[in-house]
């Protein structure tokens, strides 16, 4: 058991001293422990929630999701702007982008919004947390738990490990996504006479598919290029997209194709 734990420590010393010294000192992001016990707490609560609140009524969270949903809108925003102003200023190339390390004005930019990117993951597994106190636990699907729970994984090691260059583009396009995608939650939260004006729900879903789409093309490029970025972390997006494409790609299905067919 010692040998055991003397393992761990040893491979979570190899995870604090190989990463960005700079974000050391940034919330959530010097160790993977922190984040770990968010996941686990989230699978416990995703797990729990649903039994806690069987015999209880759903709450009513109409003005905090309205409130929730249009902030997120904001920060959406925020950070698109971040990242496609601070790229075009640093001359980033879409093909190939090395991270730049340094503490340059323009490097340090990019990594306080990848930061904001990462924490942004965070703050959405409210939307879990939402589901469960209203009792909406047919959306606890398999595709919203995995999704959630992988993506604060992925973009911590992105803010610890390589936090600017290629990665950017993941955190530009799903930014912009999710300005549209939290729009129409903060509509819908309003009330039900707003369902007529959104009809473009299904367009939404189809956007999320075309973003991971984008993701596979991008990563996949540069695995078969010669690039001064990490091949460890572009297989892994490359992986997961093939994994998310498979997801959304059901949900699509079953949603909007097979729905159709058994009217």
């Known amino acids: 058991m010692a040998s055991l734990w003397q393992s761990?420590?040893?491979a979570q010393q190899r995870i604090v001293d190989n990463g960005d010294k700079r974000t050391d000192p940034w919330l959530l992001v010097y160790s993977p422990v922190s984040v770990s016990l968010i996941l686990l707490l989230y699978l416990f609560?995703?797990?729990?929630g649903p039994r806690l609140m069987k015999h209880r009524q759903p709450f009513d969270l109409k003005v905090v999701l309205i409130l929730y949903n249009f902030t997120m809108v904001l920060l959406s925003a925020y950070m698109f702007y971040e990242f496609l102003v601070t790229s075009w200023l640093s001359n980033y190339s879409?093909?190939?982008q090395p991270v730049d390390y340094s503490t340059s004005p323009l490097a340090m930019r990019m990594a306080r919004v990848c930061w904001w990117f990462f924490f942004s993951k965070i703050i959405e597994l409210s939307d879990t947390l939402f589901f469960i106190l209203r009792k909406k636990n047919s959306q606890l699907t398999f595709l919203h738990v995995y999704h959630h729970s992988t993506m604060i994984l992925q973009c911590w090691a992105g803010v610890k490990y390589v936090i600017g260059g290629q990665s950017f583009f993941v955190g530009l396009v799903n930014s912009f996504v999710h300005i549209i995608m939290y729009s129409y939650y903060g509509l819908a939260a309003i009330?039900?006479?707003?369902?007529?004006?959104l009809w473009w729900k299904r367009y939404l879903t189809s956007l999320q598919l075309v973003q991971f789409l984008l993701f596979l093309?991008?990563?996949?490029y540069n695995l078969f290029t010669e690039c001064d970025?990490?091949?460890s972390m572009n297989v892994v997006v490359f992986g997961y997209c093939i994994s998310l494409i498979i997801?959304?790609?059901n949900f699509y299905y079953q949603s909007y194709l097979n729905s159709k067919k058994q009217e």
Do not use: E, I, N
């Open 229 to 231: 970025y990490p091949d």
């Open 217 to 220: 093309l991008h990563t996949g």
């Open 247 to 249: 997801l959304f790609s």
């Open 45 to 48: 609560v995703t797990w729990a």
């Open 8 to 10: 761990v420590q040893y």
């Open 94 to 96: 879409l093909l190939c």
């Open 191 to 197: 009330g039900p006479h707003m369902q007529k004006y």
